[in-house]
């Protein structure tokens, strides 16, 4: 995978062959096809290694909190973790489908604070929790791909003012929705 991950920062998958991944990890094509049907399944599995384990105990003590708030050192910690990949995958020649399953991860995560809300139907928790799922992603995506990046603290803030204020709000905004009224014909 360290063979994969070296040719993958540089290359699209597309562009990245069995040999080479064989030759950097000085091994055998039978080795590489005993833990991998080709090279998208080691993508796959790769991917899966960095993605939050709902399972795992600092996962779930996020997920056992009353409340969703953000602990700046713990978001601080996993982007070093992180950040280095997810700047990869997330980017430009990164793997579409790797941002569906970092937003599955964060739909379940955030499910897990719901309850159900009287007078709200499936299909608006639903929207609700993609929503918001997309802006957390749409924000690390923004995040990594500029260069003028703020702290950590400082962009952690400003996603929470988004959450909590609403875009609208933020940017000054009042947004209405006005029926036309239909002319008799």
């Not at 998958?13 to 090279?39: G, H």
């Not at 988004?162 to 239909?182: P, Y």
Request: with cysteine; charged share 25%.
């Amino acid at each position: 995978m360290s063979a994969f991950w070296q040719l993958y920062q540089e290359k699209k998958i597309s562009q990245i062959t069995v040999r080479e991944v064989i030759e950097l990890a000085d091994c055998n094509r039978s080795t590489f096809y005993a833990y991998f049907a080709d090279m998208y399944d080691l993508l796959d599995k790769f991917e899966e290694q960095l993605l939050p384990d709902l399972t795992q105990p600092a996962v779930k003590k996020i997920i056992a909190k009353d409340d969703i708030s953000l602990s700046v050192q713990h978001c601080m910690t996993l982007y070093q973790k992180y950040k280095d990949y997810y700047q990869v995958l997330l980017g430009a020649n990164g793997d579409p489908a790797f941002r569906g399953k970092l937003t599955d991860i964060l739909d379940q995560m955030i499910k897990a604070h719901l309850g159900q809300r009287k007078g709200q139907t499936n299909f608006e928790v639903d929207f609700l929790v993609e929503t918001t799922a997309s802006i957390l992603l749409t924000a690390l995506i923004f995040y990594f791909k500029r260069s003028d990046r703020p702290k950590a603290a400082e962009i952690i803030a400003l996603l929470t003012n988004v959450l909590n204020q609403g875009v609208a709000s933020q940017l000054g905004w009042h947004i209405s929705c006005q029926e036309k009224k239909q002319t008799g014909k």
